[in-house]
């Protein structure tokens, strides 16, 4: 059973261009989480997602950024006219129905020019 | 304003010893409390969790201890191995009681185990 994957690894953008962060839960997970962490800091959340709806963006600014999780392949955190203060690593986590635990990706570290 | 604190950045124990790893919270409405462990590169793994109607809980080597009146909990490592290195943070989340509650992180703390 493969675990939470993202892609890409690393991305470098200039300012001013987008960044696409896709994320593909765990087999048979539903919800799906997306989290920034900047240097020296801890994981701050972002958005909750399950298929087809956004739960919770609470922690989502509210302009440049969005994210979607469709009914068929993965979750996209997306980043309108990046600006340096953007460079963070930004990990995705799944959890099943029955579970309150999340799991992990291997994150995408994005890097502002 | 920080709901989970992890006060210290870093903690260095001896192989073999006992490390503790401490994380104070400032919500009293939060019920579910989790440890994840972090490696370089990679993302967190969930630890252990605890939720508030417990104490204690226990997994192998490590064991979470929840005082909620003082609204601290401590992870402790025992024996402490190489592999242990890692940064740990510290979660909590509402989420016991309405699932969609988001988790709340501390901002970790580095542990080195010395050899």
């Not at chain 1, 963006?57 to 996209?76: C, L, N, Y």
């Not at chain 2, 919500?27 to 579910?32: E, G, I, K, R, V």
Request: hydrophobic share 30%.
């Amino acid at each position: 059973n493969a675990g939470v994957m993202q892609n890409p690894r690393h991305l470098v953008r200039r300012r001013g261009q987008e960044a696409r962060l896709r994320c593909s839960p765990m087999k048979g997970h539903s919800h799906v989480y997306w989290y920034r962490q900047l240097p020296e800091e801890g994981l701050k959340f972002m958005v909750y997602l399950q298929k087809e709806n956004i739960i919770d963006e609470s922690g989502m600014p509210k302009e440049r950024f969005s994210a979607e999780f469709p009914k068929e392949g993965p979750s996209i955190l997306r980043i309108q006219q990046v600006v340096r203060g953007d460079s963070a690593a930004y990990f995705c986590a799944s959890s099943p129905d029955n579970s309150y635990e999340q799991y992990f990706g291997p994150g995408t570290r994005l890097t502002v020019t | 304003d920080q709901q989970v604190k992890q006060n210290s950045p870093s903690l260095s124990v001896q192989e073999g010893r006992i490390s503790i790893l401490n994380c104070d919270y400032t919500n009293s409405m939060f019920d579910y409390f989790l440890w994840y462990k972090k490696y370089p590169a990679e993302g967190p793994t969930f630890l252990i969790s605890i939720s508030s109607i417990k104490d204690k809980n226990e997994d192998g080597r490590f064991t979470v201890f929840l005082n909620k009146s003082a609204k601290h909990l401590s992870l402790h490592i025992v024996p402490s191995q190489p592999g242990d290195s890692a940064v740990y943070f510290c979660a909590a989340s509402e989420g016991l009681m309405n699932r969609d509650d988001k988790i709340i992180f501390g901002k970790g703390t580095r542990l080195h185990i010395l050899p």
